[in-house]
């Protein structure tokens, strides 16, 4: 079955950068966009960035851009998310989701989840 | 941008009730919107897709209905595992997504 599983979250100052894992398994991991989803402490959920299928095509929400890069190494079914310039306001659950698509469209859904990595930025 | 509208943002109810979220979309959206299960410490679930499509393994509980930009999701008969907060979804402006605010469904 499918399996992600998100890896390196931790405690960070503000101002500084942290790089995300998403290891992936139980299905063809160069075939599909990739996402990352937020959710802050007591708040819902954010989109946050995706990749398409082959890493050629990467987009960002407004608040990260900039920021945030996201990249996949399909030869280790591995997504990334490099967070830099953290500030206060990322500290939040970081999950990736695999897309039903190898390339974003409006018919787009999030078939499968990770359970998160939390992220703190604190001084 | 789209907003997305949740509501209510919490309610109680009790095992086999019938629950009843609404999520209205700022614009148009055709039936670009999906419903999602969330629980603290667990991944997410995909619940409805396009607005009214079972997600595989989904309890036929669940349903999804659109009149318009209104969007609703349904729990026949709420059961224990049901106590979640649940999430709206459209994908309409892919490549970027937004989320509605959440409904938190709780014991009464």
């Known amino acids: 079955q499918v399996q992600l599983v998100e890896s390196g979250g931790g405690v960070v100052q503000p101002g500084r950068s942290l790089r995300l894992s998403c290891a992936a398994s139980g299905f063809t991991f160069s075939n599909y966009a990739l996402h990352w989803v937020r959710q802050a402490p007591g708040k819902g959920l954010e989109w946050v960035a995706v990749t398409s299928y082959d890493g050629s095509n990467q987009y960002y929400v407004d608040s990260v851009k900039g920021r945030f890069t996201i990249s996949r190494d399909n030869s280790k079914d591995t997504l990334y998310l490099e967070v830099n310039s953290l500030r206060d306001e990322d500290t939040a659950v970081y999950y990736c989701?695999?897309?039903?698509?190898?390339?974003?469209?409006?018919?787009?859904?999030?078939?499968?989840w990770g359970q998160g990595t939390l992220v703190t930025v604190s001084s | 941008d789209i907003q997305m509208t949740q509501s209510p943002s919490s309610l109680s109810a009790s095992v086999g009730d019938r629950v009843t979220i609404t999520c209205r979309a700022s614009q148009s959206i055709s039936n670009f919107l999906n419903w999602y299960q969330a629980k603290p410490g667990k991944a997410p679930k995909l619940l409805i897709y396009a607005a009214s499509s079972l997600q595989s393994g989904v309890p036929s509980r669940f349903s999804g209905s659109v009149s318009g930009t209104d969007f609703t999701l349904t729990i026949a008969s709420l059961q224990p595992e049901d106590f979640a907060t649940y999430y709206c979804q459209q994908s309409y402006t892919t490549p970027l997504f937004t989320f509605g605010g959440g409904t938190k469904v709780d014991i009464k």
């Open positions: 989701a695999k897309d039903r698509w190898a390339v974003m469209g409006p018919t787009a859904y999030f078939d499968s």
